[in-house]
């Protein structure tokens, strides 16, 4: 998904630039100073997940660790990889103890995602295959066919073999679809698909138009 990013970015600053003659070099300095303040903003994320922490380290029950477990991986989602795949298999290891099959689905999922986000395909798969599809519903099926919309797709991306990009991106855009059926149309995630999918096509007016739409309605400070 990196790739279809950059090149939404460097169509929007083109785009923008001619229409607006606006600074470029004034926008590489903004961004130059952002990655400078890095370190700050990692105290920053550490200081409040150092609570979150010391719960989890305080609680002996284990569904409620699992839950913390659960919340220290969303934290460090985006943040440090290795710290989330650390929670998410203390979490998988909680929920096979206290023999929550539902929870070890969402588990499994999640253990997907994260490793398809590194770039690490095969413990991805690894996992994806683990999940027992036939038993999602809800929130876990849609969090299921994001997972294989994503994998597929890196994987087509990257593939140096012809006939398995093809198929792995066979398999991206059947998983798009059937994700996007779940999804209401105004929701967050349903708009960044097509965005995906419209850059893909090289549709990047229409792409734009639902930027602006998403963007609109995405939470200050949030992940997205």
């Known amino acids: 998904m990196k790739h279809y990013i950059i090149y939404l970015i460097l169509f929007l600053?083109?785009?923008t630039a001619q229409a607006k003659n606006v600074n470029l070099d004034?926008?590489?300095n903004c961004l130059d100073k952002e990655i400078m303040?890095?370190?700050e903003y990692v105290r920053d994320k550490q200081a409040r997940i150092d609570p979150m922490l010391r719960r989890y380290l305080a609680t002996p029950d284990k569904p409620s660790r699992h839950q913390l477990a659960w919340e220290?991986?969303?934290?460090?989602?985006s943040f440090m990889n290795d710290s989330a795949l650390h929670y998410l298999y203390i979490c998988v290891s909680l929920s096979k103890e206290t023999g929550q099959t539902t929870m070890l689905q969402s588990d499994y999922i999640a253990l997907a995602h994260q490793y398809a986000a590194a770039g690490f395909y095969n413990e991805a798969l690894k996992y994806l295959n683990a999940i027992e599809h036939?038993?999602?519903s809800?929130?876990?099926?849609?969090?299921y066919y994001f997972c294989c919309n994503h994998l597929y797709g890196e994987m087509g991306y990257y593939s140096k073999d012809d006939e398995l990009k093809e198929r792995s991106?066979?398999?991206?855009?059947?998983?798009?679809?059937?994700l996007c059926n779940l999804l209401?149309?105004?929701?967050?995630?349903y708009l960044w698909r097509k965005i995906v999918e419209l850059c893909t096509n090289r549709d990047y007016k229409r792409a734009m138009q639902l930027c602006d739409r998403w963007l609109n309605q995405v939470p200050n400070n949030s992940p997205e």
Do not use: F, M
């Open 13 to 15: 600053l083109t785009g």
């Open 26 to 28: 004034s926008l590489y």
């Open 37 to 39: 303040k890095s370190d």
């Open 72 to 77: 220290l991986y969303k934290a460090y989602e």
């Open 134 to 136: 036939n038993r999602l």
């Open 138 to 143: 809800g929130q876990q099926l849609i969090d």
């Open 169 to 178: 991106y066979q398999l991206s855009n059947l998983y798009r679809d059937s």
């Open 184 to 189: 209401p149309p105004t929701s967050n995630l």
